[in-house]
């Protein structure tokens, strides 16, 4: 009786027990789906944001899903870098970026030694895309060698809010482009303008007047820079942090003694300064500040000017003394007892004046040192 009931019931109990399963494996299924448009997207936003994936990845990231896709195209903190350094058909790449809303934020565009960047590029960006850059902050134009004044007066007018300008390596442009920056762009605290040769006081004149609040300014091989317009930037812009004057031979001691008005600098490349002499180093030495410092191939210095930088900048971090013949163990004494606690980095290769010492010897004057030799 009781086995006969067990087996007419058998068969509706295993209808139950399908059913069941059923539903269990559609339970899995929405619960999949669930994970997959929502969990899933969430994560990788959260990876991509604090990982700081490169900006291809992220694009690559779009494809996997459409709610993948969904949520990283809304996400505005992803789509604020456009890099396009060394790339081909940059100018093209960066019009068809342009044209898609998740980047009408950028922030950053790098096209750092890019092919195919042109002034007519930068003009169609001004004409069609402004509104797009309205919150750009930071350009590199670095190596752009086909930009002229025109694309520099195109792109600045479109970004009204730039702080950061690069243009490393560029000698098309003239004073009549940084007429277009300062004019366009009020917010600028970093300016690249190394290798730009055809740019004259008359640039600097009006950097110094339109960007008094600037904290970095490289200079590098501007070669028709002289004293005058060196002593305005450092007259007027007197909170710079970091300056470079490498390789620009025609500057003297009396545009040299006006550094010590910059009470804020911390970085100093006076690389092939044939003109200072120990009198500039002594207003040098009063920049307290100061934690890396260039003088390799200055060569007109002498102990005098090195002893009184180790008595001044006893933050000292990096030094290069590379070339300097004038210069004997004295200034090296002088800096071991000034700053050995914080040099990390010494050269002084190339002074004959410098006893020849080993490592190990040079270590037990700066213990800290990691570096002997920034020139080969």
Known sequence: MDQGTQRKCSPPDRKKEIRKTKMGGSDVTMQQQLW??????????????????????????????????????????????????????????LLAALSLARY?????????????IEDKHLGILRNQFSGALKNLEHLNLNGCQKISDYGIEAVTKASPSLKIFSIYWNVRVTDVGISHLVNNCKHIVDLNLSG??????KSLKMISESYQHLESLDITRCIKTTDGGLQQIMVKCSGLKSLNLYALS?????????????????????????????????????????RTLNLTWCVRVTDGGVIAIAQGCTSLEYLSLFGIVGVTDKCLEALSKFCS???????????????????EELLQLFPYVRCFKVHS
Not at 68 to 73: D, G, I, M, Q
Not at 104 to 116: S, T, W, Y
Not at 196 to 201: A, F, L, P, V, W
């Open 36 to 93: 997959s448009r929502e969990t899933v997207p969430k994560v990788m936003k959260i990876i991509s944001s604090r990982l700081r994936l490169p900006q291809r990845d992220i694009i690559s990231l779009l494809l996997v899903s459409s709610s993948l896709n969904r949520t990283l195209v809304t996400s505005p903190s992803l789509w604020l870098v456009l890099d396009f350094r060394e790339m081909n058909n940059a100018g093209d790449r």
């Open 104 to 116: 009408h934020n950028v922030k950053q565009i790098i096209l750092e030694f890019a092919q195919g």
């Open 196 to 201: 730009c040769k055809g740019m004259s006081d």
């Open 250 to 290: 025609s500057f003297t001691d009396v545009a040299y003694k006006k550094l010590l008005l910059l009470v804020h600098l911390r970085f100093l490349d006076l690389c092939g300064a044939q003109n200072l002499s120990d009198e500039g180093l002594f207003s040098i030495a009063k920049c307290k500040n100061i």
């Open 341 to 359: 606690n914080t040099i990390t980095t010494l050269d002084v290769n190339g002074c004959i004046g410098i006893k020849k010492r080993s490592r």
